[in-house]
């Protein structure tokens, strides 16, 4: 019989979470890139729109700013980002990605492309828009 947390949406997502990250560190590794997942995901978000405050990444990426700070300086000294100050804003930073960093993030995305294709396999599409709509609505009513 299943237990509670066995049929626990947050616990199963979790664990999804942690099986999904070790999976993807592995095949990042197994092809000698040196970013981690949070490092790529950061470099995902910039790619889409480069010059986001610190703030602005940290919402994006669910990170608090501690963490956001450790990881572009990360990147910034792998040369994969860089910190401009603002011209609005002298407290606030504008970050953006560097043309090694999207070379990486290129590398990265069909690996990680390849994870979720594992992951989903035997899911038909429909079940995939369900479970995406769903996770979405589960983030939006969490994120209020």
């Known amino acids: 019989m299943e237990s509670f947390l066995d049929r626990s949406a947050g616990y199963l997502i979790n664990m999804t979470a942690l099986l999904l990250k070790r999976e993807f560190t592995a095949i ?12 790529w995901a950061i470099l995902n978000r910039l790619n889409e729109k480069s010059g986001l405050t610190q703030k602005e990444v940290a919402k994006l990426t669910f990170k608090d700013n501690a963490n ?10 792998k040369g994969l980002a860089i910190r401009q100050a603002d011209s609005n ?3 606030s930073w504008k970050i953006s990605i560097t043309k090694k960093g999207k070379e990486v993030r290129d590398l990265v995305e069909p690996l990680a492309i390849e994870i979720l294709k594992k992951a989903t396999k035997g899911l038909s599409d429909k079940d995939i828009v369900i479970f995406n709509t769903t996770t979405k609505k589960i983030l ?4 209020k």
């Open 68 to 77: 956001i700070t450790r990881i572009v300086d990360k990147l910034e000294k």
């Open 28 to 39: 990042i590794k197994n092809n000698n890139i040196d970013v981690t997942p949070e490092q």
């Open 89 to 91: 804003d002298r407290r």
């Open 140 to 143: 939006e009513n969490l994120s």
